[in-house]
């Protein structure tokens, strides 16, 4: 008898009315936003202006849907064309099914649409933003939990989930694999916050070491799951996924350390405009006693035209030079 487990909810969705509240949906959208949060608060830190992060994430974020749906229905096309299945599933993204791979993937080449039409270097902006993304998949996760899908083995530990019967499941407690991954993500994103403030990390070295971490919590936790995958040399799939993703993360952070040490030091072309023009400029220019200089031409004109209204214009007191003398020469 099992004394303590995790329940699962009865049900994924709530009807309002005709409408469909679906818990998947809310988690990918609460972690959308805590990305988009956390990754403008660390780009203004890095010297951008505010929105700009949420500005490119308009289009990163669709890319990455996208791309997130295309791998995992290209990795477990037997889910939807198979025998017996209905190839519309395939659109069906509400009932889970998101390859983070192809979600990170696509999401990149939105990402650098966005940011080469402000002009902005995409290797930075994936530094703020490489945090976020690890609690937006921290949040995300939970989406698995409504939907009771992507559990590991059998167990009987005090914080197992339980899984009721459904199609293509049995019911039980099991690792709450979802559970696990989602507390590595928050662990991921805490490693990245204090290793760019202790190294200075730049030119995408942040986001570089997000990825390698979270890869090697992706491997372990994938050998728990029990859902049906693909195996190449008994391995699963996405097991190999996450060591080339690992192996070409920690590459690119070692040669980007080696060829491009230190940190950008413009992140967004307007903002350094603004401040170049605000040292060079003369509007704002102030004299020892704190005044600007527009403040003294105005008082100067002020006092030009009080002492000529009072009375007639005084003499010109400078003495007069003595004219040259005829004949004499220039020197």
Not at 112 to 117: A, N, Y
Not at 139 to 153: K, P, S, T, V
Not at 204 to 228: K, S
Not at 285 to 308: F, I, P, Y
Request: glycine letters at 14%; hydrophobic letters at 45%; aromatic letters at 12%.
């Amino acid at each position: 008898m099992d004394l303590a487990y995790i329940p699962s909810p009865s049900t994924g969705v709530i009807h309002l009315g005709p409408i469909p509240l679906r818990g998947y949906a809310f988690c990918i959208i609460i972690g959308v936003f805590v990305a988009v949060w956390l990754g403008n608060r660390r780009w203004i830190a890095r010297g951008g202006k505010p929105g700009t992060v949420a500005d490119i994430a308009v289009w990163a974020v669709p890319f990455g849907l996208v791309g997130g749906r295309l791998y995992h229905v290209i990795t477990d096309y037997q889910l939807y064309f198979g025998e017996g299945r209905n190839w519309v599933d395939a659109f069906k993204i509400w009932e889970g099914g998101l390859g983070i791979w192809g979600a990170i993937a696509l999401g990149a080449v939105g990402a650098w649409i966005g940011c080469r039409l402000r002009g902005i270097p995409l290797p930075a902006w994936a530094d703020a933003l490489a945090p976020g993304i690890a609690l937006a998949q921290a949040c995300g996760r939970w989406g698995n939990w409504f939907n009771q899908e992507l559990y590991g083995r059998a167990t009987d530990l005090p914080w197992a989930v339980e899984i009721t019967a459904g199609p293509n499941r049995d019911a039980g407690t099991y690792h709450p694999t979802f559970l696990y991954e989602s507390l590595w993500c928050i662990g991921v994103a805490l490693l990245v916050i204090w290793a760019d403030r202790r190294f200075t990390l730049g030119h995408g070295r942040a986001f570089a070491l997000y990825v390698a971490a979270y890869c090697v919590g992706r491997g372990w936790i994938e050998y728990m799951r029990v859902d049906e995958a693909h195996h190449v040399l008994g391995v699963r799939l996405n097991v190999w996924t996450s060591i080339v993703v690992f192996v070409l993360a920690v590459v690119y952070l070692l040669l980007s350390a080696r060829l491009r040490p230190g940190r950008e030091t413009v992140v967004e072309p307007d903002t350094a405009a603004d401040v170049s023009g605000g040292k060079d400029g003369d509007a704002g220019a102030k004299d020892a006693d704190g005044k600007s200089t527009e403040a003294e031409e105005a008082e100067t004109k002020g006092a030009d035209a009080k002492d000529g209204e009072a009375g007639p214009p005084k003499a010109d007191l400078r003495k007069a030079e003595p004219a040259e003398a005829p004949g004499a020469e220039k020197g």
